[in-house]
């Protein structure tokens, strides 16, 4: 079976870690648990009637600048907190590594925590992912809202990518 390697980046306190935790066990803690470094959790995919493992790379909001974490990446999931302005204005410095370590790994720009409503208007993410070239979504790691479709959506762009450079 391939494993594939997926990043998942983004300033602490995101929601990054409770993000895989709901797609990969169905499960969301309120408990804040601080990655350190780096979180790695597999998850398996079909995709075209292939069986995939997806190699889910959660990286630490606060070492994000670790050239290794990026490197090898067939996709990669930015994510931003709805209820932080900050945190969606430091995805340009994310996207600006991603585009570095793995150039040409496909990203997708996801705002977390639409539960508890938006404090910036939606169009401030959907403008930059379209800036950068990244499809953008509004996700919930609580209520578990569209975090299946973002994950298919990543898994499926790491697929691609890996078919298309294999060529």
């Known amino acids: ?3 594939l390697k997926v990043i ?3 300033e602490g306190n995101v929601g990054k ?4 935790r709901k797609y990969a066990k169905g499960k969301f803690s309120e408990a804040r648990n601080i990655t350190l470094g780096i979180d790695i959790t597999t998850q398996e995919f079909s995709v075209d009637g292939e069986t995939i493992r997806l190699a889910i790379w959660d990286i630490e ?3 994000g600048n670790r ?3 990026y490197i090898g990446a067939q996709a990669g999931m930015l994510v931003y907190d709805v209820t932080e302005p900050a945190s969606l204005q430091a995805l340009t410095e994310w996207h600006a590594r991603c585009v570095r370590y793995a150039p040409d790994a496909p990203l997708i720009i996801v705002g977390n925590k639409i539960d508890l409503g938006l404090v910036f208007p939606p169009t401030w993410g959907r403008v930059l992912a379209r800036h950068l070239g990244s499809p953008h979504g509004f996700l919930s790691a609580k209520t578990g809202e569209n975090v299946t479709q973002a994950f298919s959506l990543l898994a499926e762009a790491a697929y691609r990518h890996a078919r298309a450079s294999h060529r």
């Not at 870690?17 to 895989?20: A, C, F, G, N, V």
Request: aromatic share 6%.
């Open 67 to 69: 050239p290794n974490f």
């Open 8 to 10: 998942v980046g983004g």
């Open 17 to 20: 870690t409770s993000l895989i």
């Open 61 to 63: 909001g606060q070492a």
């Open 1 to 3: 079976m391939r494993t």
